[in-house]
């Protein structure tokens, strides 16, 4: 396994710039998440560590050696692509075999490293099938097997589960992390699947643009979005404007439904600035009797309610007209009706303070 390192790294296609002076440290057996929208530069980024690209500006490193400049296959990286890529006229194992044989592996060895792939995998029974003769996700453990056979230095996998329905994606998700855990093995996976990336990821680089705007835990990145654009492309958010009236301790922000008061460590706001008081939907509650200390008690009117099983959705009409949502967990029966009149209740540590960037940073 390596430490990955970009430095500095931009790349262009024509006059389109597809990813623009980015800086990444990716420790060893890292599982490292690319995550954004479609043409935020996430793809590209990966095809520049794996040497298809190479930037105009900048430096790649595995560890402490510049690979700028070396074709991929000197790189020793192992690629999951999107379509699988599998050869249609080999079978499983032939095409397990195949980046052993560009390698001159000794035939003994090619075949145990062959069987332990597709063990790791769970495909050792389906060796002499055809690519044609296996499921979606029975062709993706392939993929993954061929790529881990030649025990490279790090793993890249391009949106490796975005062909798969939503079961199967969930089972490959567990078995990618098992496999991960157990091989400790350096891996850096792209998606736009923000659950995915959540749910697997040791840290995520978020990008728009082609630039990294946050990067964090996934923990990190749900609780304190650095910006509006974080904050909405990751999970539900509801947003309240406001204008900064308090620095202290706290932040209290002037909204139409009251003063509301945000943690410390907002470096750069002042007071007057127009600002963005964001709050997740599972971190609100229909409340009833007096608040305590530290919550905040808005009024609003129900104007929908959504039964999703596990959850029910509510969306309300606050005071001053700002739509927001609230989630209620494991719900035996619906707290409330279309038409309600309703007052909600939020912590004041679920608030994060954004600048008011506008809707274009959405």
């Not at 790189?75 to 499983?92: D, E, I, K, S």
């Not at 090619?110 to 055809?130: H, P």
């Not at 964090?216 to 958010?237: C, W």
């Not at 969306?315 to 619906?334: A, I, M």
């Amino acid at each position: 396994m390596v430490r990955v390192r970009l430095q500095g790294v931009t790349k262009r296609f024509g006059s389109v710039v597809a990813v623009e002076c980015v800086d990444i440290e990716i420790e060893r057996g890292e599982f490292y998440f690319l995550l954004g929208p479609s043409g935020c530069g996430k793809t590209t980024l990966l095809r520049t560590v794996a040497g298809f690209y190479r930037p105009e500006h900048g430096r790649v490193f595995f560890d402490d050696r510049d690979v700028t400049g070396v074709p991929p296959e000197k790189r020793n990286t192992g690629m999951v692509f999107q379509n699988y890529a599998l050869w249609p006229h080999m079978t499983v194992w032939q095409n397990v075999e195949y980046g052993l044989s560009l390698r001159d592996i000794a035939p003994r060895k090619r075949a145990d490293r062959i069987r332990r792939a597709l063990q790791m995998v769970r495909m050792e029974g389906y060796r002499d099938r055809s690519p044609n003769q296996l499921s979606g996700g029975q062709q993706q453990r392939v993929a993954l097997a061929r790529a881990l056979v030649i025990e490279p230095d790090v793993v890249l996998l391009d949106e490796p589960l975005s062909n798969l329905d939503a079961r199967l994606r969930l089972e490959m998700r567990e078995q990618i992390q098992a496999l991960h855990q157990s091989l400790g093995i350096t891996m850096i996976y792209v998606t736009h699947d923000q659950k995915e990336a959540l749910a697997m990821a040791s840290r995520v680089a978020v990008m728009q643009a082609g630039r990294v705007v946050q990067s964090g835990s996934p923990r990190t990145l749900y609780s304190k979005p650095a910006n509006r654009f974080v904050a909405d492309f990751i999970g539900e958010i509801n947003l309240i404007s406001g204008k900064v009236v308090l620095i202290d301790e706290n932040i209290g922000v002037k909204t139409g439904v009251g003063v509301l008061y945000g943690g410390p460590g907002y470096d750069g706001i002042r007071r007057g600035d127009r600002v963005l008081c964001a709050i997740r939907p599972e971190a609100m509650e229909f409340h009833a009797g007096s608040p305590g200390e530290a919550d905040h008690v808005v009024a609003g009117t129900v104007r929908n309610a959504i039964f999703l099983g596990e959850m029910e959705q509510y969306v309300v009409d606050l005071s001053d007209g700002t739509q927001v949502k609230l989630l209620e967990s494991h719900p035996r029966v619906r707290s409330a009706f279309p038409g309600d009149r309703v007052s909600i209740r939020f912590a004041r540590d679920s608030i994060s303070i954004l600048r008011d960037e506008g809707e274009n940073s959405a």
